[in-house]
């Protein structure tokens, strides 16, 4: 189960990394959901550059995780970061994005709430699962 629990995480991230490749590269199927907005207008525009980065981190995540049986203690400290930084994520900002934010009716937000907090929450959560029983 855990091994399942394992290649599903990895499966994941690399999944984000190359939809986050797909935008870059000028793919327009949910971005619109995958940018907060407030009054209609974009809060933030990440541009290519960054879009391709976090696509690349995504997938050295990925790599880390991969590596989570690893003898090695960095890979250990790593994918505590890792699962640190998905439960940040998943609480949020407290403004627009993560289960306490405060725009709650955008595009976004809906599929905020329904989709990328849960799934950040999952990920940070099946990490530590791993972390603590592999």
Known sequence: M??????LVIITLVSMGVIHFYWA???QFL????????DG?????PGVFLTFLVGFILLGFAFVVW????????????NWVIATLFG???LGDFNMVGFFKKIKYTKFALYDTKYFSPLC?????SLMILLLFT
């Open 121 to 125: 929450f999952v990920i940070a959560v």
């Open 2 to 7: 855990i091994l399942y629990l394992h290649y």
């Open 25 to 27: 590269l000028g793919g």
């Open 67 to 78: 590596e989570i049986k690893s003898e090695d203690t960095i890979f250990i400290y790593l």
């Open 88 to 90: 940040i994520r998943a």
């Open 41 to 45: 207008k974009k809060l933030l525009n």
């Open 31 to 38: 971005l619109d959901a995958a940018i907060p907005t407030k």
